[in-house]
C-alpha cells in the first residue's frame, strides 16, 4: 500500500472584504485530494491503514453518527485499500437510509446500530464491541480517527503550503486535526481553530491532551532544548480556538450561515460544507470585518472535505 504525494490546490480568494481590509486569504484545498476519502479524513486515516497492513490485519472497524464524515471516508479507504470494514453507527436504524449511510454500505461496510446511552459510555461501547466481534480480527479506528496515528498524519497538512502565512485556520470536531497542524508550525506562525461544537473548553482540552502526548512520546523527550521548543510550540501564542462561531452546536444551521455559503461558492467558485468549513469561513470573514487580523497579513483556511454531508442536510429537510 502506497500513498503518493497529493495534489493539494491552494486558492487566493480575491473579493471585496480582502481587498478593503489588505488581507491575503488562501483556502488550501484537501478536500480535492480524493474523490470520496477528501480533506483531512485521508491524512488521519494514512497511517491508521499502514499500521494495520504491517500486522496483518484486514478488517477496520470504527464508529461515527449516521451523518459522519469518518464513517463515509473509512467505507471507501476499506474498498480502494481492500479492508472489510465495520461501522458502528450512533443511533437507531431508520427504514430509509440517509446518503452517508447508503454510501457506506455501497462501500462494504458493515453497519451496526447502538443506542446513544451506550454510544456515550466508551468503556461500556468498547466492552461491548470486544463481545460482539470477539471473532473478529479487527483494527479499532476511535470515532473520527481521532487517534496518535490520526494526529501524526494531520502534521503533514502544512507541508501542502508552499508561500509564507501568519494564520493557518481550520474547523475542530475533535481536536485532532487542529493539534496536528498546531505541531507541524514554523516561528511566526500561528493558527486559529474554529470549534464547531458547542462545549466550553472542549477542543483546547483535546489539543492540549495531544501535544502533550507527542510531547512525553517525542524521541528525544527529555532534551532540554527539544523540551522547550515544544513548550513554546503548545503554548497558547501559537494557537487558539475560536468558541464564537458554532451556531448553537454541531450540524446546527442558521438562515445566515445558509446564506454565507450559497454567496461564498457562488463568488468564489468555492463549495462549504455546513457542518465544519463554512462555520469556519464565516468566522474568518467576521474577524476580517473586526480588525482582527492585521493589513498585509496572509491567512491560510484549511479546506477539510466533508461536502458528502450536505446531502444530509438536504435528506433531513425532505
Not at 502565512?165 to 511566526?188: D, P, Q, R, S
Not at 501535544?211 to 487558539?240: H, L, R, T, V, Y
Not at 448553537?248 to 465544519?276: S, T
Amino acid at each position: 500500500m502506497q500513498f503518493e504525494p497529493l495534489n493539494i490546490p491552494l486558492q487566493a480568494i480575491n473579493d471585496a472584504v480582502t481587498k478593503n481590509h489588505g488581507i491575503r486569504l488562501f483556502i488550501l484545498r484537501t478536500d480535492l485530494n480524493h474523490p470520496q476519502i477528501s480533506g483531512n479524513k485521508l491524512f488521519k486515516l494514512k497511517y491508521n491503514l499502514l499500521e494495520a497492513k504491517k500486522n496483518g490485519i484486514k478488517t477496520l472497524l470504527t464508529f461515527g453518527g449516521a451523518f459522519s464524515n469518518h464513517i463515509a471516508a473509512t467505507a471507501a479507504a476499506g474498498k480502494e485499500y481492500g479492508f472489510k470494514t465495520i461501522g458502528i453507527i450512533r443511533g437507531e436504524e431508520y427504514p430509509e437510509l440517509n446518503p452517508t449511510l447508503q454510501f457506506a454500505l455501497e462501500c462494504g461496510m458493515e453497519l451496526h446500530y447502538v443506542t446513544r446511552t451506550l454510544y456515550r459510555n466508551k468503556k461500556e461501547l468498547y466492552d461491548y464491541v470486544n463481545r460482539q466481534f470477539s471473532e473478529e480480527n479487527f483494527y479499532l479506528i476511535p470515532e473520527g480517527g481521532s487517534n496518535a496515528l490520526g494526529v501524526l498524519g494531520c502534521k503533514e497538512i502544512l507541508q501542502y503550503i508552499n508561500i509564507d502565512f501568519n494564520h493557518v485556520c481550520c474547523a475542530c470536531g475533535t481536536g485532532a486535526t487542529m493539534a496536528g497542524i498546531v505541531l507541524a508550525l514554523k516561528n511566526n506562525q500561528k493558527a486559529i481553530g474554529f470549534q464547531i461544537l458547542k462545549a466550553e473548553g472542549y477542543i483546547k482540552n483535546e489539543v492540549t491532551k495531544w501535544s502533550d502526548f507527542f510531547e512525553d512520546d517525542a524521541p528525544d523527550a527529555g532534551n532540554k532544548e527539544s523540551d522547550k521548543e515544544m513548550q513554546e510550540i503548545i503554548s497558547e501564542k501559537k494557537w487558539e480556538i475560536n468558541e464564537n462561531y458554532h451556531f448553537n452546536g454541531y450540524a446546527k444551521v442558521q438562515p445566515e450561515l445558509i446564506e454565507f455559503i450559497n454567496c461564498f461558492e457562488e463568488n468564489n467558485n468555492v463549495p462549504l460544507d455546513f457542518i465544519y468549513n463554512g462555520k469556519m469561513m464565516i468566522g474568518i470573514y467576521d474577524l476580517i470585518g473586526k480588525g482582527f487580523f492585521k493589513r498585509g497579513e496572509t491567512i491560510v483556511a484549511i479546506h477539510t472535505g466533508g461536502l458528502q454531508g450536505n446531502a444530509g442536510l438536504k435528506f433531513l429537510s425532505h
